[in-house]
Each structure stands twice: as C-alpha cells, then as structure tokens.
C-alpha cells in the first residue's frame, strides 16, 4: 500500500505571527518536517499543504518535484477547522486507499528514527498516535473558570509516587489509512496504538519561548 507524508502548513497563527514559517536555527521551521519525512526514505509521497501561495512557493523552491503541493480552501484553513475537515478536504478526489503520516510541522525535534519506529509499530492496529509522558499528575489540574478549588484529597499524606501514570498526545505524529480515517473521523479509538516518545523530543511550539527552548535543544541535542 502506498505510503504518504502530509504536512500541513497553516498561514495564519495568533499566537505566533507566521509560525510555520519563522526562522528557527537559520531556516523556516517547516522545513525541518520535511526534511525528516525526506530523510526517512518511507515516503512514496510527500504531501505539503497550506492556504498560502508564498507558503508553498517557499517549499517549492527549496524542495521542487521531491514533494506535491496542494492548495488548501480558506475554511478547512481556520483556527476553527478539525482535523478531520482538512485531511477530508485532501482525501476528496482520492480513490485508492493509502497508510498517511501526518506530521506537524510545530514539533521540529522529531527525528528520522522516530518515523521508522512509528512504521514499525503500525501493524495490527487502525491509527498510531504519538505520546509523552504527562510531567504532573492528573489529578493535580484544576479548572480555574469555576473561580473556586474543589475539595482536594491533595492533603499532608498526598504522594506524587502512588499516582497512576499518565500519557498525552504530543502533537508530532498520527498515523492511520484513508480509508479507516475517513470511517473513524479521528485517531483515537479502541484500535489505536500508542507511540511513546521521550520528553526532548515532543516539545510542540505554540508561542515565542516555546520557540526559543526548542531552538536551544535542538542546537545541543539534534
């Protein structure tokens, strides 16, 4: 079954103007997906997708035929868009069925070995997702909106070491088949297979300090 990367490049970030593209060590961070799914010689195709023409002239000129380019509709393009509205709108006119690996493009510590261990892991399952450990217990959050703390258990005798352990997504790979994908309309069910990455690896950029501790692990560790 054919295998493909896709990559998907918004335009428009309110939390950091022109994220995807905003130089991190030297070069638009977009790149740096690419540059792993490229590296990763799993690829029969490499997907990039944006509702920017300059987004994706600016990955055309770095990477040219190595890649297709697919222009995205404003409204699967929204802070409000799914998921599952974008990669409907990219499945659309595709008949065959195919395994896809969608990769984002704000978690640029993913590394090569982390896309074959993610192949190597998708067997007997619907979807792979990957996850890091949760830092502090679950039981820990709490809702500010209510404008008052619950009761907690959290008292002299609490101990973080008796609490369970508690995973996330981490935001730098899914996995799953068209044709399942577009059934489930999501990666998260019964049938989906956890990829446990380490720390270092899953930080996901969302704002400028986010950016900055990634580009400093990056510099020392990648």
């Known amino acids: 079954m054919k295998k493909v990367a896709i990559i998907l490049i918004r335009k428009d970030s309110k939390g950091l103007v022109d994220k995807n593209i905003k ?4 070069r638009p961070l977009c790149f740096y997906t690419i540059d792993v799914a490229i590296d990763s010689k799993e ?3 490499i997907w990039i997708s944006s509702d920017s023409e300059e987004y994706l002239n600016l990955c055309k000129g770095e990477y040219g035929k190595s890649c297709k380019y697919i222009k995205r509709e404003k409204e699967v393009s929204l802070d409000s868009s799914t ?4 990669l409907e709108f990219l499945f659309k006119d595709v008949k065959e069925n195919f395994i896809f690996m969608n990769l984002q493009v704000t978690s640029p510590l993913r590394k090569v070995d982390h896309i074959l261990e993610a192949f190597e892991l998708f067997k007997n399952c619907n979807h792979l997702v990957s996850f890091s450990k949760l830092k502090i217990s679950k039981s820990l959050i709490m809702n500010k909106e209510l404008g008052y703390l619950k009761p907690s258990c959290h008292g002299g005798n609490y101990r973080r070491q008796d609490e369970p352990e508690y995973i996330y997504p981490n ?5 799953s088949t068209k044709n399942k994908y577009l059934r489930d309309k999501t990666f998260y069910t019964n049938r989906t297979k956890v990829y446990e990455m380490e720390k270092i690896y899953s930080y996901d950029i969302d704002d400028e300090l986010d950016f900055k501790i990634c580009e400093s692990l990056y510099m020392k560790y990648i």
Do not use: N, P, R, V
Not at 23 to 26: E, P, T, V
Not at 83 to 86: L, S
Not at 171 to 175: E, H, L, R, V
């Open 83 to 86: 998921t599952y509205e974008t």
């Open 171 to 175: 935001g730098a790979i899914w996995m």
């Open 43 to 45: 690829f029969d195709e």
């Open 23 to 26: 130089l991190f060590c030297g």
